[in-house]
């Protein structure tokens, strides 16, 4: 089985601030693993991922994500928050063995001027 | 480049009553799969297709069908539509859902309320 858990409901940070949005995983073989923001009244778009390689995944918007094996975390991290940032932000993963993702339940970032 | 299309966007139905969701992308992925989004549940997988002709159930298949005929298309189908059934629907493509070309691509989700 393959699970993913986004400990917080909603992450408040003050522009300019960096920002941190938690992810820990469970999956038997190897993990995938994905973040996707969602706006609002839109749908989710893709932000990065780490299938193999460097544990430090860079993606769009100024955002990365660092794989934790030991700690099976991958948590989504920006140096300096922006309002723009505001939005659902998805953490998703996929096990080698398996063909299709589990998302987590969403964590909202709310970034205040 | 239109990426994923749903139609309709909003849709307001009685129990019982039957549709078909529309989904269609034209970037000639492989994989396309429809998923529902509930407040603290997020999204849960509902059918998947990983080629025309092929389909397979996700997390929660239960009172809906669907159906790949063509490489662009992946209608979801609701054949009795009952009020557990109220959600935010999205289509999702991929070019692969393997491996280093994996990336889903989100349609803008229709709404869905059944009265």
């Known amino acids: 089985a393959q699970s993913v858990a986004q400990p917080e409901d909603q992450v408040n940070v003050a522009e300019g601030n960096p920002l941190t949005v938690k992810c820990t995983y469970s999956?038997?073989?190897?993990?995938?693993l994905f973040w996707y923001v969602q706006y609002p009244n839109r749908g989710l778009q893709f932000l990065l991922k780490y299938i193999t390689g460097d544990n430090l995944v860079k993606g769009s918007y100024g955002f990365e994500a660092e794989f934790n094996k030991s700690q099976t975390s991958f948590h989504l991290k920006k140096p300096s928050a922006l309002v723009s940032d505001s939005a659902l932000y998805f953490c998703a993963v996929r096990d080698s063995g398996y063909s299709t993702l589990t998302f987590g339940k969403g964590t909202m970032l709310l970034v205040s001027p | 480049n239109a990426g994923v299309t749903q139609t309709p966007k909003f849709q307001v139905l009685k129990t019982g009553q039957s549709m078909t969701l529309q989904c269609a992308q034209d970037m000639n992925h492989e994989y396309m799969s429809w998923y529902r989004q509930d407040p603290g549940m997020g999204l849960r997988l509902i059918h998947y297709?990983?080629?025309?002709?092929?389909?397979d159930q996700g997390e929660v298949p239960n009172g809906y069908n669907v159906s790949r005929s063509t490489t662009e298309d992946f209608p979801l189908r609701l054949l009795s539509a009952a009020p557990s059934q109220t959600s935010v629907y999205f289509c999702a493509s991929s070019y692969t859902n393997r491996g280093h070309n994996e990336k889903l691509f989100f349609g803008s989700g229709t709404q869905l309320s059944v009265l």
């Open positions: 999956v038997s073989g190897n993990p995938y």
């Open positions: 297709s990983v080629g025309a002709g092929i389909t």
